[in-house]
Protein backbone atom coordinates (compact mmCIF):
# COMPACT_ATOMS: atom_id res chain seq x y z
CA UNK A 1 0.00 0.00 0.00
CA UNK A 2 1.40 3.54 -0.76
CA UNK A 3 1.31 5.49 2.50
CA UNK A 4 2.82 8.15 1.29
CA UNK A 5 1.31 12.00 1.71
CA UNK A 6 -0.62 13.16 -1.55
CA UNK A 7 -2.04 17.15 -0.25
CA UNK A 8 -3.67 18.79 -2.45
CA UNK A 9 -6.72 21.42 -2.29
CA UNK A 10 -10.02 22.06 -4.23
CA UNK A 11 -12.18 25.33 -4.61
CA UNK A 12 -15.28 25.88 -4.06
CA UNK A 13 -17.81 28.77 -5.06
CA UNK A 14 -21.17 29.69 -4.97
CA UNK A 15 -22.72 32.84 -6.39
CA UNK A 16 -26.20 34.24 -5.78
CA UNK A 17 -27.64 34.80 -9.02
CA UNK A 18 -30.02 33.97 -11.70
CA UNK A 19 -28.19 30.78 -13.48
CA UNK A 20 -29.96 32.29 -16.60
CA UNK A 21 -26.82 35.02 -16.72
CA UNK A 22 -23.99 33.00 -15.78
CA UNK A 23 -21.65 35.79 -17.51
CA UNK A 24 -19.28 35.29 -14.10
CA UNK A 25 -18.33 32.05 -16.11
CA UNK A 26 -16.33 31.78 -19.30
CA UNK A 27 -17.22 29.86 -22.20
CA UNK A 28 -15.98 25.90 -21.79
CA UNK A 29 -14.60 26.47 -18.39
CA UNK A 30 -17.29 23.58 -16.99
CA UNK A 31 -16.70 20.01 -17.06
CA UNK A 32 -19.73 18.74 -15.85
CA UNK A 33 -23.00 20.21 -14.86
CA UNK A 34 -25.35 18.52 -12.04
CA UNK A 35 -28.49 19.65 -11.08
CA UNK A 36 -31.93 19.23 -10.76
CA UNK A 37 -34.03 22.65 -11.55
CA UNK A 38 -37.49 23.45 -9.86
CA UNK A 39 -40.25 21.25 -11.58
CA UNK A 40 -42.46 23.23 -13.85
CA UNK A 41 -46.29 22.51 -13.17
CA UNK A 42 -45.46 21.32 -9.62
CA UNK A 43 -47.35 23.52 -7.36
CA UNK A 44 -44.50 24.67 -4.61
CA UNK A 45 -42.97 25.96 -7.11
CA UNK A 46 -45.23 28.56 -8.88
CA UNK A 47 -44.23 31.28 -6.93
CA UNK A 48 -40.50 30.94 -7.75
CA UNK A 49 -41.28 31.22 -11.16
CA UNK A 50 -44.32 33.81 -11.47
CA UNK A 51 -41.41 35.46 -9.85
CA UNK A 52 -39.20 35.49 -13.30
CA UNK A 53 -42.15 35.95 -15.54
CA UNK A 54 -45.24 37.92 -15.29
CA UNK A 55 -46.51 35.85 -18.05
CA UNK A 56 -46.73 32.70 -15.63
CA UNK A 57 -48.88 34.09 -12.88
CA UNK A 58 -51.34 35.40 -16.09
CA UNK A 59 -51.44 32.09 -17.31
CA UNK A 60 -52.01 30.03 -14.01
CA UNK A 61 -54.77 32.84 -13.10
CA UNK A 62 -56.78 32.26 -16.50
CA UNK A 63 -56.38 28.17 -15.77
CA UNK A 64 -54.15 27.42 -19.04
CA UNK A 65 -52.31 24.48 -17.59
CA UNK A 66 -50.24 24.25 -21.51
CA UNK A 67 -49.58 28.07 -21.34
CA UNK A 68 -48.27 27.61 -17.68
CA UNK A 69 -45.93 24.63 -18.27
CA UNK A 70 -44.76 26.26 -21.52
CA UNK A 71 -43.63 29.86 -19.76
CA UNK A 72 -42.20 28.21 -17.33
CA UNK A 73 -40.02 26.32 -19.47
CA UNK A 74 -39.26 29.37 -21.05
CA UNK A 75 -37.70 30.61 -17.74
CA UNK A 76 -35.57 27.44 -17.97
CA UNK A 77 -34.20 27.35 -21.42
CA UNK A 78 -32.10 30.37 -20.79
CA UNK A 79 -30.47 28.38 -18.25
CA UNK A 80 -30.13 25.35 -20.54
CA UNK A 81 -28.48 27.89 -23.28
CA UNK A 82 -25.74 28.98 -20.70
CA UNK A 83 -25.34 25.74 -19.51
CA UNK A 84 -24.67 24.75 -23.16
CA UNK A 85 -22.21 27.78 -23.43
CA UNK A 86 -20.28 27.41 -20.17
CA UNK A 87 -19.50 23.64 -21.18
CA UNK A 88 -16.47 22.48 -22.28
CA UNK A 89 -16.55 20.69 -25.83
CA UNK A 90 -17.00 16.93 -24.24
CA UNK A 91 -18.43 18.37 -21.36
CA UNK A 92 -21.25 15.90 -19.87
CA UNK A 93 -24.58 17.58 -18.52
CA UNK A 94 -26.95 15.88 -15.87
CA UNK A 95 -30.19 16.59 -15.37
CA UNK A 96 -32.88 15.72 -12.68
CA UNK A 97 -35.85 16.00 -13.14
CA UNK A 98 -39.61 14.76 -13.18
CA UNK A 99 -42.87 14.83 -14.91
CA UNK A 100 -45.88 16.73 -13.33
CA UNK A 101 -49.55 15.55 -12.88
CA UNK A 102 -52.03 18.31 -11.85
CA UNK A 103 -55.54 19.53 -12.07
CA UNK A 104 -56.22 22.71 -13.36
CA UNK A 105 -59.57 23.88 -14.50
CA UNK A 106 -61.27 19.93 -13.63
CA UNK A 107 -58.81 19.01 -16.40
CA UNK A 108 -56.41 16.55 -14.80
CA UNK A 109 -53.46 15.68 -17.22
CA UNK A 110 -49.44 14.94 -17.65
CA UNK A 111 -47.03 17.80 -18.37
CA UNK A 112 -44.07 16.01 -19.43
CA UNK A 113 -40.70 18.22 -18.48
CA UNK A 114 -38.52 15.59 -19.53
CA UNK A 115 -39.34 15.98 -23.23
CA UNK A 116 -39.98 19.77 -23.21
CA UNK A 117 -36.50 19.86 -21.41
CA UNK A 118 -34.72 17.65 -23.70
CA UNK A 119 -36.32 18.74 -27.14
CA UNK A 120 -34.81 22.18 -26.15
CA UNK A 121 -31.13 21.15 -25.10
CA UNK A 122 -31.34 18.76 -28.36
CA UNK A 123 -32.12 22.49 -30.02
CA UNK A 124 -29.10 23.81 -28.86
CA UNK A 125 -26.78 21.39 -30.03
CA UNK A 126 -26.60 18.46 -27.29
CA UNK A 127 -26.31 14.71 -27.89
CA UNK A 128 -28.89 12.79 -26.07
CA UNK A 129 -27.48 9.70 -24.31
CA UNK A 130 -29.12 7.01 -22.84
CA UNK A 131 -31.47 8.01 -19.42
CA UNK A 132 -31.33 7.11 -16.29
CA UNK A 133 -35.20 6.24 -14.72
CA UNK A 134 -34.72 7.06 -10.93
CA UNK A 135 -37.01 5.17 -9.55
CA UNK A 136 -38.08 7.08 -6.45
CA UNK A 137 -39.29 3.82 -3.73
CA UNK A 138 -42.54 4.38 -1.74
CA UNK A 139 -44.76 2.72 0.26
CA UNK A 140 -47.56 4.90 0.89
CA UNK A 141 -50.88 3.03 0.85
CA UNK A 142 -52.59 6.21 -0.85
CA UNK A 143 -50.07 6.77 -3.74
CA UNK A 144 -53.23 5.89 -6.31
CA UNK A 145 -54.40 8.69 -8.25
CA UNK A 146 -57.98 8.82 -9.80
CA UNK A 147 -60.53 6.49 -8.63
CA UNK A 148 -58.67 3.60 -7.17
CA UNK A 149 -60.27 0.15 -8.25
CA UNK A 150 -62.95 1.63 -10.75
CA UNK A 151 -62.26 1.69 -14.57
CA UNK A 152 -61.15 3.79 -16.32
CA UNK A 153 -60.55 7.08 -13.93
CA UNK A 154 -57.63 5.66 -12.18
CA UNK A 155 -54.21 6.99 -13.44
CA UNK A 156 -50.78 5.24 -13.48
CA UNK A 157 -48.93 6.53 -10.64
CA UNK A 158 -45.66 8.60 -11.14
CA UNK A 159 -42.66 6.82 -9.09
CA UNK A 160 -39.83 7.15 -11.23
CA UNK A 161 -38.02 10.60 -12.20
CA UNK A 162 -35.37 11.10 -15.22
CA UNK A 163 -31.85 11.99 -15.07
CA UNK A 164 -31.01 13.08 -17.99
CA UNK A 165 -27.63 12.82 -19.95
CA UNK A 166 -26.82 14.97 -22.57
CA UNK A 167 -22.94 15.83 -23.90
CA UNK A 168 -21.33 18.66 -25.84
CA UNK A 169 -20.31 17.91 -28.84
CA UNK A 170 -17.94 15.02 -29.16
CA UNK A 171 -16.18 12.23 -27.08
CA UNK A 172 -13.29 14.15 -24.38
CA UNK A 173 -10.01 13.25 -25.27
CA UNK A 174 -6.97 12.61 -22.63
CA UNK A 175 -3.64 13.75 -24.51
CA UNK A 176 -1.34 13.85 -22.30
CA UNK A 177 0.74 11.66 -20.31
CA UNK A 178 -0.58 13.25 -17.02
CA UNK A 179 -4.00 13.53 -18.14
CA UNK A 180 -3.75 9.69 -19.09
CA UNK A 181 -2.80 9.06 -15.62
CA UNK A 182 -5.31 11.22 -14.12
CA UNK A 183 -8.49 9.53 -15.56
CA UNK A 184 -6.87 6.44 -14.49
CA UNK A 185 -6.23 6.96 -10.92
CA UNK A 186 -10.20 8.60 -11.10
CA UNK A 187 -11.56 5.25 -12.12
CA UNK A 188 -14.50 3.24 -10.63
CA UNK A 189 -14.61 -0.87 -9.64
CA UNK A 190 -15.64 -3.30 -12.36
CA UNK A 191 -18.72 -3.64 -10.10
CA UNK A 192 -19.05 -0.17 -9.07
CA UNK A 193 -19.67 0.37 -13.57
CA UNK A 194 -22.33 -2.50 -13.85
CA UNK A 195 -24.67 -0.76 -11.06
CA UNK A 196 -23.73 2.57 -11.42
CA UNK A 197 -24.41 2.24 -15.70
CA UNK A 198 -27.41 0.51 -15.50
CA UNK A 199 -30.69 2.99 -16.94
CA UNK A 200 -32.48 2.52 -13.06
CA UNK A 201 -31.56 3.58 -9.89
CA UNK A 202 -33.56 2.82 -7.11
CA UNK A 203 -32.83 5.21 -4.24
CA UNK A 204 -34.44 7.04 -1.47
CA UNK A 205 -35.44 10.54 -1.64
CA UNK A 206 -34.13 13.00 0.76
CA UNK A 207 -36.18 15.13 3.86
CA UNK A 208 -34.54 18.24 4.18
CA UNK A 209 -34.29 20.05 7.61
CA UNK A 210 -34.15 23.68 6.80
CA UNK A 211 -34.33 26.26 9.32
CA UNK A 212 -37.05 28.42 6.86
CA UNK A 213 -40.34 27.09 6.15
CA UNK A 214 -40.72 29.11 3.19
CA UNK A 215 -37.28 27.23 2.30
CA UNK A 216 -38.15 23.99 2.98
CA UNK A 217 -41.48 24.09 1.32
CA UNK A 218 -39.30 24.69 -1.94
CA UNK A 219 -36.25 22.10 -1.45
CA UNK A 220 -36.49 18.52 -2.78
CA UNK A 221 -32.78 17.65 -3.24
CA UNK A 222 -31.55 14.59 -4.36
CA UNK A 223 -29.67 12.31 -2.50
CA UNK A 224 -25.75 12.44 -1.95
CA UNK A 225 -25.47 8.62 -3.05
CA UNK A 226 -27.10 10.31 -6.42
CA UNK A 227 -24.64 12.86 -7.62
CA UNK A 228 -21.94 11.10 -6.03
CA UNK A 229 -22.39 8.50 -9.00
CA UNK A 230 -22.87 11.04 -11.43
CA UNK A 231 -19.91 13.10 -10.46
CA UNK A 232 -17.66 10.06 -10.55
CA UNK A 233 -19.19 8.83 -14.08
CA UNK A 234 -18.79 11.59 -15.57
CA UNK A 235 -15.69 13.49 -14.50
CA UNK A 236 -12.07 12.96 -12.96
CA UNK A 237 -10.16 14.63 -10.47
CA UNK A 238 -9.39 18.22 -10.85
CA UNK A 239 -12.34 18.87 -12.75
CA UNK A 240 -15.05 21.11 -12.48
CA UNK A 241 -18.53 20.23 -11.79
CA UNK A 242 -21.15 23.30 -11.94
CA UNK A 243 -24.82 23.23 -10.62
CA UNK A 244 -27.22 26.08 -11.91
CA UNK A 245 -29.76 25.51 -9.46
CA UNK A 246 -27.47 24.89 -5.75
CA UNK A 247 -30.06 24.52 -3.38
CA UNK A 248 -28.97 22.40 -0.16
CA UNK A 249 -25.11 22.61 -2.23
CA UNK A 250 -25.85 18.38 -2.83
CA UNK A 251 -23.79 18.49 -5.80
CA UNK A 252 -21.06 20.55 -4.03
CA UNK A 253 -20.86 17.91 -1.38
CA UNK A 254 -20.50 15.32 -3.97
CA UNK A 255 -17.49 17.35 -5.76
CA UNK A 256 -15.80 17.71 -2.50
CA UNK A 257 -16.08 14.22 -1.46
CA UNK A 258 -14.45 13.20 -4.85
CA UNK A 259 -11.56 15.69 -5.32
CA UNK A 260 -13.76 18.13 -7.87
CA UNK A 261 -14.16 21.61 -8.11
CA UNK A 262 -17.35 22.66 -8.12
CA UNK A 263 -19.72 25.99 -8.65
CA UNK A 264 -22.89 26.72 -7.71
CA UNK A 265 -25.61 29.67 -8.48
CA UNK A 266 -28.50 29.92 -6.16
CA UNK A 267 -31.25 32.50 -5.92
CA UNK A 268 -33.05 31.38 -2.72
CA UNK A 269 -30.67 34.01 0.02
CA UNK A 270 -32.66 32.19 2.75
CA UNK A 271 -30.24 28.82 2.21
CA UNK A 272 -27.06 30.63 2.56
CA UNK A 273 -26.83 29.35 6.16
CA UNK A 274 -27.86 26.06 5.18
CA UNK A 275 -25.41 25.88 2.63
CA UNK A 276 -22.35 27.23 4.65
CA UNK A 277 -23.71 24.47 7.36
CA UNK A 278 -23.52 21.64 4.88
CA UNK A 279 -20.00 22.59 3.65
CA UNK A 280 -18.18 23.17 7.05
CA UNK A 281 -19.85 20.39 8.63
CA UNK A 282 -17.07 19.29 11.50
CA UNK A 283 -18.14 15.81 10.39
CA UNK A 284 -17.93 16.14 6.70
CA UNK A 285 -14.22 14.83 6.84
CA UNK A 286 -15.16 11.49 8.72
CA UNK A 287 -18.24 11.11 6.72
CA UNK A 288 -16.30 11.68 3.28
CA UNK A 289 -13.68 8.71 4.88
CA UNK A 290 -16.97 6.52 5.65
CA UNK A 291 -17.78 6.50 2.36
CA UNK A 292 -14.85 5.47 0.73
CA UNK A 293 -14.37 3.19 3.33
CA UNK A 294 -17.61 1.46 2.60
CA UNK A 295 -16.92 1.64 -1.57
CA UNK A 296 -13.93 -0.40 -0.57
CA UNK A 297 -15.53 -2.74 1.44
CA UNK A 298 -18.24 -3.30 -0.97
CA UNK A 299 -15.47 -4.13 -3.67
CA UNK A 300 -13.35 -5.92 -0.88
CA UNK A 301 -16.45 -8.63 -0.29
CA UNK A 302 -17.06 -8.57 -4.14
CA UNK A 303 -13.59 -10.05 -4.59
CA UNK A 304 -14.28 -12.72 -1.71
CA UNK A 305 -17.98 -13.88 -3.30
CA UNK A 306 -16.98 -14.29 -6.69
CA UNK A 307 -13.27 -16.22 -5.30
CA UNK A 308 -16.24 -18.53 -3.71
CA UNK A 309 -17.96 -19.33 -7.07
CA UNK A 310 -17.44 -22.61 -8.39
CA UNK A 311 -15.42 -22.58 -11.51
CA UNK A 312 -14.81 -19.01 -10.47
CA UNK A 313 -11.47 -17.46 -12.48
CA UNK A 314 -8.23 -16.15 -10.98
CA UNK A 315 -8.23 -12.10 -10.40
CA UNK A 316 -5.64 -11.37 -13.29
CA UNK A 317 -4.96 -7.48 -11.92
CA UNK A 318 -4.10 -6.75 -8.32
CA UNK A 319 -4.57 -2.39 -7.25
CA UNK A 320 -1.05 -0.52 -7.46
CA UNK A 321 -1.66 1.70 -4.65
CA UNK A 322 -4.01 -0.83 -1.99
CA UNK A 323 -3.18 -4.37 -3.20
CA UNK A 324 -6.54 -5.73 -3.71
CA UNK A 325 -7.93 -7.65 -6.41
CA UNK A 326 -9.30 -6.17 -9.41
CA UNK A 327 -11.21 -7.37 -12.59
CA UNK A 328 -9.87 -5.21 -15.20
CA UNK A 329 -6.87 -3.19 -16.09
CA UNK A 330 -8.20 -0.54 -16.03
CA UNK A 331 -8.76 -0.30 -12.24
CA UNK A 332 -5.12 -0.84 -11.38
CA UNK A 333 -4.18 2.78 -10.86
CA UNK A 334 -7.45 4.00 -9.25
CA UNK A 335 -6.24 6.12 -5.93
CA UNK A 336 -8.23 7.73 -3.75
CA UNK A 337 -7.64 10.68 -1.35
CA UNK A 338 -9.48 11.55 1.92
CA UNK A 339 -11.07 14.81 2.21
CA UNK A 340 -8.93 16.37 5.02
CA UNK A 341 -10.49 19.56 6.40
CA UNK A 342 -13.01 22.15 4.58
CA UNK A 343 -12.76 25.71 5.32
CA UNK A 344 -14.02 29.07 4.32
CA UNK A 345 -11.75 31.20 2.66
CA UNK A 346 -11.11 34.91 4.50
CA UNK A 347 -12.65 38.47 2.46
CA UNK A 348 -15.19 36.07 0.69
CA UNK A 349 -18.37 35.80 0.58
CA UNK A 350 -19.34 31.94 -0.41
CA UNK A 351 -15.88 30.50 -1.30
CA UNK A 352 -14.36 27.41 0.28
CA UNK A 353 -11.30 25.18 -0.08
CA UNK A 354 -11.34 21.53 0.62
CA UNK A 355 -7.77 19.81 1.20
CA UNK A 356 -6.96 16.24 0.98
CA UNK A 357 -4.29 13.73 1.86
CA UNK A 358 -3.20 10.12 0.69
CA UNK A 359 -6.05 7.70 1.60
CA UNK A 360 -4.88 4.90 4.02
CA UNK A 361 -7.74 2.28 4.61
Known sequence: MNTNNNNSTTHHKIYWDNAANMQALQAESIDLVVTSPPYPMIEMWDEIFAEQDVAVKKALEKGDGPASFEAMHQILDKVWSEVYRVLKVGGIACINIGDATRTIEKHFRLYSNHARILQYCISLGFSNLPTILWRKQTNAPNKFMGSGMLPPGAYVTLEHEYILILRKGNKRNFKTAAEKLNRSESAYFWEERNLWFSDIWDLKGVKQRLNSQKTRDRSAAYPFELAYRLVNMFSVKGDTVLDPFLGTATTTLAAIASKRNSIGFEIDPQLEETISEQ???????????????????????????????????????????????????????????????????????????????????
Open 279 to 361: ILAPNLPTASYDFLQKRIARHLDFVHQRQLLKGAKAFKYESLHYGFRVITRQEVKIRFEGLKEVKKLKNTTMEFEAEYEEYRF
